[in-house]
């Protein structure tokens, strides 16, 4: 991020794919037409949506305002007033920067964080407003996996934030962003998370029911080779990338346009249309990298994770905040890599170290790497699917606030320092209606050769729940016998335990490590196949409305069962 802040954003990106279903709306036979039947109306709607809020004061005080008998405007207002609390705290944040800005160096950055991230979280609530805004209420029932997908990722800024300010000197200035905006930030969009997740209800309380036709969403239809019928020839070829030139090559000997993927990714033309498309030429490239928003549809590929490596070694421990630590960054929608690697060497005594930040929605990561120790892979917001990688880790090294499925990939755990144990996952999910969380599916977990010979003395979990909300699914995977018995452990048993609300579930995996019946109590241990069924690529990321058209390989259900 390096303390730029992106210049607002107006534009609402549109899923590719998208088909709205047709959806009847039934009136109630009897009208509301004077003011106190239309005060009833209301007073059903706040009822209906306000029921089961952590807040209902808040959640009626909000609504209340809105005083309408179009269910709509209820989104519409929980909406603005989250807006309206996520500008307070940048101005604080702004206001902050000049008073203690200079106070270090640790402070500038997560105080140049922050505002990155609220600006960011500005983008994703203006993008709510414009789709409530110019669609009707049925529409708007019909995308609400669209607007918790923002809106949770207003809830991941807000968090991140906080998250900067880790250091004891930083903890008064965090507190005084805390409690003078950012909480209530995390407060009303969560608000506004409910209202989204509970407009059925609404609609029944004002007699009006959706009858929707059979599938509101379909597959894209696809041709005899499995792309969808709409892409272009060109591609098509890209997806196999035989004799496709790229806009832009990258060689470290010369041969190419570039020597720097940062110079190659800074030509990427303004108001670019269509895919843009880097070749990085085998060899280890030493350069921390900032994918921007503006830079959308960009797709990054090498010779293979064994040849084309992006390298890096900041570090927590060497003063380098989480989040600025990583090698590479993509904060752009609908980003792609293939067939390169992305590492940090800083090693485990570097504690927070990132190899690959993925901000950006709808990004895809195919035969790649991301070799780390702890906080390898940081899936910060938004929905991403991995598949066809190799991610390897200590502590935490698969964790953030997205929506994240990791498809037939290896996950390889590192040998840690010597008072370290290992944890695969740690997810973010901070309220209860985020659409949010790390579901392993089709992988193999095991250990790399480095912790092999100690693996069943160096303590490995699953997961821990970072956030009260954590949710990590592990779905028909081959589990080594690295994992411990009790399989997840709580964040900080004396302080922040976060087991009470946590998602810890298992289904269809096999091998040693997969055994349930010792697991730890507050994780769901074994569910059912239809409640697993909730997690899969379909349901999970709406992937039939934007995976086909990457070209990558997915399965948009189970696998083996």
């Known amino acids: 991020m390096a303390g730029k802040v992106l210049a607002p954003a107006i534009s609402l990106v549109l899923v590719v794919g998208v088909v709205i279903g047709v959806v009847a709306v039934v009136q109630s036979p009897k009208p509301v ?71 270090s160096e640790g402070m500038k950055m997560a105080l140049d964080d922050c505002k990155d991230l609220l600006q960011a979280a500005m983008h994703d609530l203006e993008a709510s407003g414009v789709l409530v805004k110019e669609s009707n209420i049925e529409d708007v029932h019909d995308r609400t996996a669209e607007l918790k997908n923002w809106l949770g990722a207003v809830v991941a800024y807000q968090q991140s934030c906080l998250d900067g300010f880790n250091t004891d000197g930083e903890k008064k200035v965090q507190e005084q962003l805390q409690s003078g905006s950012l909480d209530n930030v995390g407060k009303l969009t969560g608000l506004a998370l409910d209202v989204v997740s509970g407009i059925s209800k609404v609609l029944q309380s004002l007699d009006l029911n959706l009858a929707l036709k059979p599938a509101s969403r379909r597959l894209l239809d696809v041709d005899q080779d499995g792309y969808p019928t709409w892409l272009s020839a060109a591609d098509r070829k890209l997806m196999g990338q035989d004799g496709v030139m790229p806009h832009a090559t990258v060689a470290k000997d010369g041969s190419g346009q570039f020597q720097t993927i940062t110079d190659a990714i800074n030509s990427y033309p303004k108001n670019h249309q269509g895919r843009f498309i880097i070749y990085v030429k085998a060899g280890i490239y030493d350069e921390y990298i900032l994918v921007d928003k503006k830079k959308v549809n960009l797709l990054i590929y090498g010779d293979g994770p064994t040849k084309t490596i992006i390298t890096g070694r900041k570090n927590f421990a060497e003063g380098t905040k989480t989040m600025r630590t990583a090698t590479f960054s993509t904060v752009a929608d609908d980003f792609m890599a293939k067939s390169i690697a992305f590492e940090n060497t800083a090693g485990a005594a570097g504690h927070q170290a990132v190899a690959l930040r993925v901000q950006g929605d709808r990004s895809v990561f195919f035969d790649c790497a991301m070799r780390g120790y702890q906080d390898t892979l940081y899936a910060h917001a938004h929905r991403h699917f991995y598949r066809n990688c190799e991610i390897s880790g200590t502590i935490d090294f698969i964790f953030g606030y997205a929506t994240t499925l ?49 693996r069943l003395t160096v303590k490995t979990y699953l997961a821990r729940p970072w956030k009260p909300f954590s949710r990590a699914v592990f779905i028909e995977n081959v589990i080594g016998d690295l994992i411990q018995p009790e399989g997840f452990i709580p964040w900080n048993p004396a302080t922040e335990p976060n087991t009470q609300d946590c998602y810890f579930a298992e ?30 690529a379909e349901p999970w990321l709406q992937a039939s409305t934007w995976l086909p058209a990457t070209g990558i390989p997915f399965d948009a259900g189970f696998t083996k069962a």
Request: charged letters at 20%; one cysteine or more; a neutral charge.
């Open 507 to 536: 289904f269809g995996n096999s091998g040693p490590g997969s055994v349930a019946n010792a697991r730890a109590p507050f994780s769901k241990g074994l569910i059912s196949k239809d409640e697993a069924a909730k997690f899969t």
């Open 406 to 454: 990791i498809q037939n990939s290896k996950i390889l755990v590192r040998k840690p320092e010597s008072n370290q144990q290992n944890i695969v996952v740690a997810d973010g999910t901070q309220q209860k209606n985020m659409p949010t969380g790390i579901v392993i599916q089709n992988c193999e977990i095991t250990a790399d050769p480095t912790l092999f010979p100690d």
């Open 33 to 103: 037409t004077n003011s106190a039947g239309n005060l009833k109306t209301t007073n059903k709607a706040v009822t209906a949506l306000c029921q089961d809020s952590d807040d209902p004061k808040l959640c009626h005080n909000v609504l209340s305002s809105a005083n309408s008998s179009d269910p709509k405007d209820y989104i519409v207002t929980v909406v603005k007033t989250s807006m309206d609390s996520v500008i307070k705290a940048f101005n604080m944040s702004d206001k902050l920067t000049v008073e203690h800005g200079n106070s």
